[in-house]
């Protein structure tokens, strides 16, 4: 790096940026990393990573920076892609921006670059924000004065620093989501994105890292829609070493078309770096705790729900609702929610999406009765909606065949037997919004559980058809904004932060086997704190995996997020609704801390034991579930983290204890009365607790005493 360079630095709380400007030039990135002493030299610090020219390369090697461009000779993906018509034939543009100013604030850069011969300015912002979290965006702004069409847009190109080289990945399916794979970034890079109009079951986050650092850096894009994420490598096969990580929303083309004075900004992507993938979460978490929920109630006590789809199905009468929500109130539950089945004439799920008004068969005096019964009994009321689909079988299709997605030849291919509307077309939108602000005005609705069941095909317009689903869900919490919204798509079929802004909470899998569940809650806790994930007791055998669990393994493994029951109580022995109520019991004792404290996983040598813990203040709760039959007759002491190592702790085991597992258990009466050790010897040697049997959870309580 030369010496015309200027060098702009972001501190965050433990994290160091640094971004070197070249006027007329490119824009670069010098360090990201753990916080740097306030004196280091800035220039010496970009010398100590300058690279001469080797023999394989251009005369003036190109500097991909925060803005790859072909030009140069550069060959991985542009930033910026472009098509014009000239004359008649699509042509790409090919762009030369060079930086003409930045801003730069204690917390902030904005980078402006103009390509004059073009008539196109760039404006990049950067945002070093709570938890560390960078939150970057592009805007570009055309004077040209001849249209042109927007490819691709990175809302971040990201040099990635050599030290980390493996990337871990998510996919999933439904009911199986979020599974993760770690490999060595190889020279074939990184290619990942969506197809189905949302991010997908695995989300769209990904972590870098290195082989013995444990350092680690994460980065997603927050866009509910689909995603275009690249990591460029020219290591190890190639010349020069270098990888770049890129990520954009997906467009499809034609479909952004820029006129004189026109701007397109992308989506936000977001990105942070963490000594270690613990401390990852962290950042992550307090990201979304300070800067995306805002929605409904945010703060209160996450109430504990009951929820009639696994219990009901669509098969809805108001006794039996009456019937379910009675039993769920014993044993402790403080929201009732009326899943899928409620509305005109759904009565199985071919039908009826679009006509949102109360079905007379089920209802015959209406919602009121059944909503004033469970307001009776203590809870508030909650709905499910699937605003943004259209069943053919239904009122609104029929008036508006066209107002759903579909293409030139007129086909109309369903998925669960649906079809999406249009969003991008402001009268389905208001069609939309009237049916559902008629019905929260008219009931009193405490929250919707939005769901999402099919994929967007055929679209002719990926981005105008998010921004409708974001425009009408704006809509309805301007007007009801004390309303909670859960997002859903078939489970975790479309989960991130942009989505995350619009609710309370997500709802992470439709698979409600504990056995299933504490992995999944596990991966999803990586990036979103555990308030904003659902977690139902389901039944037993549990539908979906046909999996029978003992209810005290449910119970404890649901207490671990926003605790619901996803199951009918009257169908439960007496034994089973009394342990499920002394969990819910003790939910309502934790929930404070479980939804406010720092979340640790905890590493065990048998990788079917799951085990988190989350500690605030002077209390913590962990645990351990062992999902399989360990191939020791003793499982390996489990081992605590994120404690004060010199404070002392009373550490007791939450009744009620897993029957079997207790018998194992040495010395149960020393275990009551609560045992007390430092931090360090909890966080040193651990806990031998017995966890050689499938289906055994421990809850683990701590109380810091007192010096
Ligand atoms: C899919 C959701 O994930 C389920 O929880 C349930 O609400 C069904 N849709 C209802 O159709």
């Known amino acids: 790096m030369s010496?015309?360079?200027?060098?702009?630095?972001?501190?965050?709380?433990?994290?160091?940026?640094?971004?070197?400007?070249?006027?007329?030039?490119?824009?670069?990135?010098?360090?990201?990393?753990?916080?740097l002493p306030g004196r280091e030299d800035l220039s010496a610090l970009a010398a100590a990573q300058g690279r001469g020219r080797h023999e394989s390369q251009p005369d003036a090697p190109p500097v991909p920076g925060l803005l790859p461009e072909p030009k140069a000779g550069w060959m991985g993906s542009p930033a910026v892609a472009l098509t014009a018509i000239e004359d008649g034939a699509p042509i790409a543009l090919a762009t030369d921006f060079r930086v003409t100013s930045w801003e730069a604030e204690e917390t902030r850069l904005a980078i402006r670059s103009a390509d004059p011969r073009l008539g196109l300015e760039c404006v990049q912002t950067w945002t070093l924000s709570a938890g560390d979290v960078v939150r970057a965006r592009t805007a570009l702004s055309s004077t040209h004065q001849r249209p042109f069409w927007v490819d691709r847009?990175?809302?971040?190109?990201?040099?990635?620093?050599?030290?980390?080289?493996?990337?871990?990945?998510?996919?999933?399916?439904?009911a199986h989501e979020i599974q993760q794979t770690r490999r060595a970034l190889g020279a074939e890079g990184l290619a990942q994105g969506s197809a189905h109009g949302k991010p997908g079951f695995g989300g769209n986050w990904l972590i870098l890292d290195g082989p013995d650092t444990g350092e680690a850096l994460s980065a997603h894009l927050a866009w509910s829609g689909d995603f275009d994420t690249r990591i460029e490598c020219d290591r190890p096969g190639n010349s020069d070493g270098r990888a770049i990580?890129?990520?954009?929303?997906?467009?499809?083309?034609?479909?952004?078309?820029?006129?004189?004075?026109?701007?397109?900004?992308?989506?936000?992507?977001?990105?942070?770096?963490?000594?270690?993938?613990?401390?990852?979460?962290?950042n992550w978490h307090r990201h979304v705790r300070a800067e995306r929920l805002a929605t409904g109630s945010p703060g209160a006590p996450r109430k504990v729900h009951v929820n009639s789809w696994d219990a009901l199905g669509v098969n809805l009468s108001e006794p039996a609702l009456i019937a379910l929500a009675e039993a769920a109130a014993e044993v402790g539950a403080e929201r009732f929610v009326l899943d899928d089945g409620w509305f005109a004439g759904r009565r199985s799920t071919a039908t009826s999406l679009g006509d949102w008004f109360v079905s007379r068969d089920v209802f015959p005096n209406g919602l009121t009765p059944l909503i004033d019964q469970v307001h009776a009994l203590g809870m508030d009321f909650g709905l499910w909606v699937e605003p943004e689909m259209v069943s053919p079988e239904s009122d609104l299709y029929r008036a508006h065949p066209d107002w759903c997605l579909h293409s030139e030849s007129d086909e109309r291919p369903t998925m669960r037997g649906q079809l999406v509307l249009d969003l991008a077309r402001p009268e389905v939108r208001e069609a939309v919004f009237a049916q559902l602000d008629a019905l929260l005005n008219e009931h009193a609705i405490a929250y919707l559980k939005w769901d999402h069941n099919r994929d967007l095909f055929p679209v002719g317009h990926r981005?105008?058809?998010?921004?409708?689903?974001?425009?009408?869900?704006?809509?309805?919490?301007?007007?009801?904004?004390?309303?909670?919204?859960?997002?859903?798509?078939?489970?975790?079929?479309?989960i991130d932060y942009a989505l995350l802004e619009r609710c309370h909470?997500?709802?992470?899998?439709?698979?409600?086997?504990?056995?299933?569940?504490?992995?999944?809650?596990?991966?999803?806790?990586?990036?979103?704190?555990?308030?904003?994930?659902?977690?139902?007791?389901?039944?037993?055998?549990?539908?979906?995996?046909?999996?029978?669990l003992d209810m005290?393994?449910?119970?404890?493994?649901?207490?671990?997020?926003?605790?619901?029951?996803?199951?009918?109580?009257?169908?439960?022995?007496?034994?089973?609704?009394?342990?499920?109520?002394?969990?819910i019991a003790l939910y309502k004792d934790w929930r404070a801390l479980l939804h406010s404290g720092d979340l640790w996983r905890l590493d065990h040598p048998d990788p079917h034991i799951f085990a988190q813990m989350v500690v605030g203040g002077p209390r913590a709760l962990a645990i351990a579930a062992q999902t399989q039959f360990s191939p020791q007759f003793d499982a390996a002491p489990l081992r605590l983290a994120g404690l004060d190592p010199s404070a002392s702790y009373r550490v007791t085991l939450p009744a009620p204890w897993p029957a079997r597992a207790s018998l194992y258990l040495d010395q149960p009466e020393r275990w009551r009365e609560g045992l007390t050790l430092s931090g360090e010897a909890l966080m040193r040697q651990g806990l031998a607790l017995p966890l050689t049997h499938p289906e055994t959870t421990w809850l683990i309580a701590?109380?810091?005493?007192?010096?």
């Open 702 to 707: 701590l109380e810091r005493c007192e010096p």
């Open 245 to 282: 990580l890129q990520m954009a929303p997906r467009l499809t083309p034609g479909e952004i078309a820029l006129a004189p004075g026109d701007t397109y900004e992308t989506p936000e992507a977001v990105f942070t770096i963490a000594p270690d993938r613990k401390v990852l979460a962290h």
């Open 505 to 548: 909470r997500v709802w992470p899998s439709d698979n409600n086997d504990a056995a299933e569940r504490v992995r999944i809650m596990q991966a999803w806790s990586q990036f979103l704190p555990l308030e904003v994930l659902g977690n139902h007791v389901g039944p037993s055998p549990n539908p979906i995996t046909g999996r029978t």
């Open 153 to 174: 847009l990175s809302a971040l190109a990201l040099p990635v620093p050599p030290r980390f080289t493996h990337v871990t990945t998510f996919s999933g399916r439904w």
């Open 552 to 583: 005290d393994f449910r119970a404890k493994v649901a207490l671990f997020g926003h605790m619901g029951i996803e199951a009918d109580p009257r169908a439960m022995s007496e034994a089973e609704r009394k342990t499920l109520a002394a969990h």
């Open 463 to 494: 981005h105008a058809q998010t921004m409708g689903s974001y425009a009408l869900i704006d809509r309805v919490r301007a007007a009801h904004p004390e309303v909670d919204i859960e997002g859903c798509a078939e489970g975790g079929g479309r």
């Open 3 to 35: 010496e015309r360079w200027d060098f702009v630095r972001l501190d965050g709380e433990k994290a160091t940026l640094v971004v070197a400007l070249e006027k007329g030039g490119a824009a670069d990135l010098v360090y990201l990393g753990a916080r």
